[in-house]
Structure formats: C-alpha cells, structure tokens
C-alpha cells in the first residue's frame, strides 16, 4: 500500500476549500448535464426558459468556482501524490485535471457566446441578465451549438475516465489518493 502521509501519519489531504468545490463542481455539473438531457425537448414556454437559465446560470458558477479554485490551488498546493505512481500516472493525471479545469472555463464562454449569438437572454437565478454586446448571429449559433456539445459531452468521457482512475487507486492500488478528496473518513491503516 502507498500513502501520503506526514510526520504524524495523518493522510495529507486537500485543504477543506478545495473539497468543498471539487464536489460542489461535481453536484453542479450533474445537475446541469442533466439537464440539458431533456431542456431542448420541451415545448417553448415559461418552463423551457426556466431550465434553460438554471442550466446557464449554474454553468456560469460552475466557471466562477473553477477560477476561484485555481487561484486558491496557487495559495493551498495540492498535496503530493503518492510515491509509488509512476511517471506517466502523474502526467495522466496532471493532463486530465488541466483538461478538465480548461473544459470548466471554456465551456461556460461558449455557452455565453451562443446564447448572444441566438440572442435569448441570459438570466442569472432569475435576479438579473447579462446584458448582450452582439446581434444574432446563426452561422456562429450553428457553430457554438457544436463545439458545446462536443466540450460538453468530451467533459462527460473525461470525467468518467477520471472517477475510474480513482476508483482503480482506492481498489485495486489501494493507496489514499481518493482519501485525499473525501471529506473526514477514516484513512486506511498502515503505510
Ligand atoms: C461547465 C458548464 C457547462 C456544461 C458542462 C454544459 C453542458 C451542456 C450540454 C452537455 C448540453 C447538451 C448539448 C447537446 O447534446 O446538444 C448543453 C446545452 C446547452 N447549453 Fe450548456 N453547459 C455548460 C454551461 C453553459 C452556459 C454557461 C450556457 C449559457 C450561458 C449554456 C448554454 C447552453 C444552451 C443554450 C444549450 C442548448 C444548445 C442547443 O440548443 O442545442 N451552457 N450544455
Ligand atoms: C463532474 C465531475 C468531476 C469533476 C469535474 C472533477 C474534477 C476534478 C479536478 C479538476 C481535480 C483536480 C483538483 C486539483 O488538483 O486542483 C480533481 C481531483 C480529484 N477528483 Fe475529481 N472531479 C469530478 C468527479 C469526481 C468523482 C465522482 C470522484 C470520486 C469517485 C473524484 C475524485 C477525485 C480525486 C480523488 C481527486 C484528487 C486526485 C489527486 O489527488 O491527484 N472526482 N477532480
């Protein structure tokens, strides 16, 4: 077994921010993968531009949350990861996290831009809406509807490859790298 321990034993973890966000992101994107699953089905209506706010609403705070835990990741460093992963592990996981914060940042731009380009407005938790600087646009919709679709379900497949990764560390590595992330459970024995 492989730990990242300090002097005490304790396993050196993700400071409590950084948890925080990382599955406030996770509930978040969930919900906002959701549901755009069935958001465009519906028929026009009170309903259909409800969801389709708290669809652009959360991804925007989805993309508030992926800066703010970039600027508290150069405060607080990530722990290290365990000794024992090889050097191309750190570089896939060193990847996949960039990948996944450029996704959480790029994404949300692309919704924006579609949205100025459709010209539906963009209201934030129905308090207020972001004002549009641009005329429509549908060679740039038609464009921004693809690229976020394929950002949005490229973000799925990565973050699938991601859980799997740390779920192949807890079984089958059985080292404390998803304890590093989890909120206040008890670490494996030993190390
Ligand atoms: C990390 C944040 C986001 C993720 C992961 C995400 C993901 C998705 C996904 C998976 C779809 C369905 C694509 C399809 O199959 O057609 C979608 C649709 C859509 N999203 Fe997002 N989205 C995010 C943020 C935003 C933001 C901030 C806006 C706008 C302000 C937005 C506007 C839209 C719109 C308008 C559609 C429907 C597009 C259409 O009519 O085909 N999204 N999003
Ligand atoms: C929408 C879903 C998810 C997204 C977008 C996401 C994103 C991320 C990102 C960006 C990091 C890097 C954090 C940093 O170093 O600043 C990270 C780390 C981590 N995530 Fe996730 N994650 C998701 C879901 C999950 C789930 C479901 C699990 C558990 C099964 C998980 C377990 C972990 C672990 C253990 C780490 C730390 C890895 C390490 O120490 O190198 N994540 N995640």
Redesign the pocket.
Known sequence: MTTTRDDSGAVRRYSRPARLFHWLTVVM?VV??II??F??ALPLGPEKFLL?NF??S???T??VIALLRLVWRRITPPPPLPVAMKPWERSCARASHAMMYI??LV??????V??WA?D?P?VVYGLFA?PNPMSADAALKELL?EV??I???G??ALVAVHVAAALKHHIIDRDDVLHRMLPSIKPRDGG
């Open positions: 994107v906002l993968v755009s699953l958001m465009e389709y669809h652009k959360l991804g925007l989805v993309m996704l959480l994404q949300p731009v692309v919704g924006v579609h949205s459709t539906y963009i972001i509807e976020h679709e950002l949005g379900w973000l799925v």
